[in-house]
């Protein structure tokens, strides 16, 4: 995505609009593969899968940290989503 220089809060603020329309399409997307995932999944272990979660965390801290921006903030927010995800596919597995 290209970053520009902003002339005024407006400006800014519609930049930051069109973001978060783009990251909510994103999620959206990794909702469907997270769906499509669980098709093979049996148990409640493998929807937990915690050294799973630890490999997205550390995949997503290492790009954060690749691009500068605070690690610890994206994996507040991928542990959140993370779990949401989680009860979303138990609810898939438990009946």
């Known amino acids: ?10 400006q800014a603020r519609e930049k930051i609009d069109a973001i978060d329309i783009a990251l909510i399409e994103l999620i ?9 995932a669980v ?16 490999q997205v ?6 790009h954060a940290e690749t691009v500068g921006i ?4 994206v994996e507040q927010l991928y542990r959140a989503m993370i779990q949401q995800f989680i009860q979303r596919e138990l ?3 438990r009946p």
Do not use: G, H, T, W
Request: proline share 2%.
């Open 91 to 93: 609810k898939e597995i």
């Open 28 to 36: 959206a997307a990794r909702q469907f593969y997270v769906d499509q």
């Open 57 to 62: 965390i550390a995949r997503v801290r290492a």
């Open 1 to 10: 995505m290209n970053k520009e220089k902003c002339d005024s809060l407006e």
């Open 70 to 73: 605070n690690a610890d903030v």
């Open 39 to 54: 098709r093979f999944k049996k148990s409640v272990q493998d929807v937990q899968a915690p050294e799973r979660v630890e």
